[in-house]
């Protein structure tokens, strides 16, 4: 299942789990990513929390955790491969959560919905 | 301000090209095409790249005695350089200073034979032009029908030399009119990447005409504004109202260079222009703050206004950023900020980014070598 929030990520649903990425939209937006910063795992985080940092070439960004819960794994290679976010950025995720809620990813976007938003 | 941003002539090819508009100085700019800025930053490092810079103002100063000598001596009172013995044909880079000694706009000056061609900031263009209104015995007149192009890179004269050979034969700062079909190019050797380079001025009628025959040429890609900030950053350059503005004198904004020693203290025409006391005393002694090359260690950029401290836990400010972001030559982040100017290269100071410090080495500047044709 592949659903979409408001600030253009995506989210996948894995097992218990949700793995988070940008969408080519957003990455389009960045510009070339040059610097990625992300939350450690184990962290817990409320919904909105700022957890990760993007840099590109041209401005400073943060990706909200999308919902609550407990981040189980990032990939690290990002650190050393920001330009993959733009080079393929369904393929570039961004960190795993452990929802608090297992229900919560069903109320975002679908994607003829997030594709009704930014087209 | 307008409420209208201006468009310059080669407004409806940045849209044919998929510029994506920004305002910028009161102006509707492309800041990177689909190539996107990493990529367009690399290839004018590599090949060549046209940038349209036509919103720059161009302005000429005659003398109404048709004696340069006039017009030269006129500008040096507002401009701390030497203007008087610059040669019919070569170009320089100039300052105009307030009365504190702080910087109003910098500026290229060409010697043009009957006449002075000045290129002005933009956003300062308005004001640049006032204040040469005040001068005595020169005419001002902003040059409202032509646009400017930048053609920057290492293939920038092969390309141009397919179109006009002549250009070949100039050397980095000489200014010529060289013609294209039939229309007179103002053409300089120069420009604001580190690269080998031109800076064209081009009758409206004809500059889309002649963007588009450079843009055929194999090795041309267009340009955006994102890449020539971030080019101009990696070679060290200031940028007006951000690594210089008039609270910062020639000397903080590591400019003293283009102030020569004729206008110096003990030099044979010291002083004459605004803040002249203060700019002049203040070379003499050195600055006790001046711009300086930043090096973040690891990838996060440091950007405009992120504080700089000496230490990792005290509150002494050191100043902060002026200029930052990533340079995609340097392959890393890199950085200008008017700090200490006694501490040596390669100290470690830091910076506050999103509530941690991260260790930042003060390194020289430019960040890349400069490749112009001497």
Known sequence: MLKYTDDHEWLRAEGDEIVVGITKHASEQLGDVVFIELPEEGTDVIAGDEIVVIESVKAASDITAPVGGTITAVNTALADAPGDVNADPMAAWFFRIKPADPAAIEGFMDEAAYKALVD | ?374
Request: hydrophobic letters at 40%; charged letters at 20%; glycine letters at 12%.
């Open chain 2, 1 to 374: 301000m307008a409420d209208t941003t201006r468009r310059t002539g080669l407004y409806d090819l940045h849209i044919e090209l998929g510029a994506k508009m920004v305002p910028f100085a009161g102006w509707d700019m492309p800041v990177q095409f689909p190539m996107g800025v990493m990529n367009e930053h690399l290839h004018t490092r590599e090949h060549a790249g046209l940038f349209d810079v036509s919103h720059m103002g161009q302005v000429i100063v005659r003398p109404l005695d048709g004696n340069m000598q006039t017009a030269a001596l006129a500008l040096e009172t507002l401009i701390p350089a030497n203007v008087l013995d610059l040669a019919p044909g070569r170009q320089r880079y100039g300052l105009f200073t307030n009365d504190r000694g702080g910087i109003l706009d910098d500026l290229m000056f060409a010697n043009r034979g009957d006449h002075f061609l000045l290129v002005v900031n933009a956003a300062c263009a308005d004001q640049d032009i006032a204040h040469l209104q005040t001068l005595e015995g020169v005419s001002v007149e902003p040059v409202t029908d032509r646009g400017l192009i930048a053609l920057q890179g290492p293939r920038a004269g092969a390309a141009l030399g397919r179109l006009i050979p002549a250009a070949t034969d100039m050397r980095f700062m000489d200014s010529l009119t060289l013609g294209w079909q039939g229309h007179d190019l103002w053409i300089s050797r120069s420009g604001y990447t580190g690269e080998d380079g031109f800076e064209i001025s081009v009758p409206d009628h004809a500059l889309e005409a002649f963007a588009r025959a450079l843009l055929d040429q194999p090795e041309v890609a267009p340009i955006g504004l994102g890449a020539r900030d971030s080019l101009r950053l990696e070679a060290g350059m200031p940028l007006y109202g951000h690594d210089m503005d008039p609270e910062v004198t020639p000397a903080q904004a590591a400019l003293g260079w283009s102030i020569p020693k004729v206008r110096r203290n003990g030099g044979p025409r010291a002083g004459g222009f605004p803040g002249a006391d203060a700019v002049l005393a203040e070379l003499d002694t050195g600055p006790a703050t001046t711009r300086r090359g930043l090096r973040p260690e690891g990838r996060a950029p440091i950007r405009e206004g992120v504080a700089l401290f000496a230490d990792q836990t005290g509150d002494a400010p050191l100043g902060t950023v002026r200029s930052g972001g990533f340079g995609p030559s340097v392959g890393g982040p890199v950085a200008m900020a008017i700090i200490d100017a006694s501490l040596p290269e390669g100290t470690t100071i830091w910076a506050e980014l999103r509530g941690k410090r991260v260790p930042v080495t003060i390194a020289a500047l430019p960040f890349v070598t400069p490749s112009y044709k001497r």
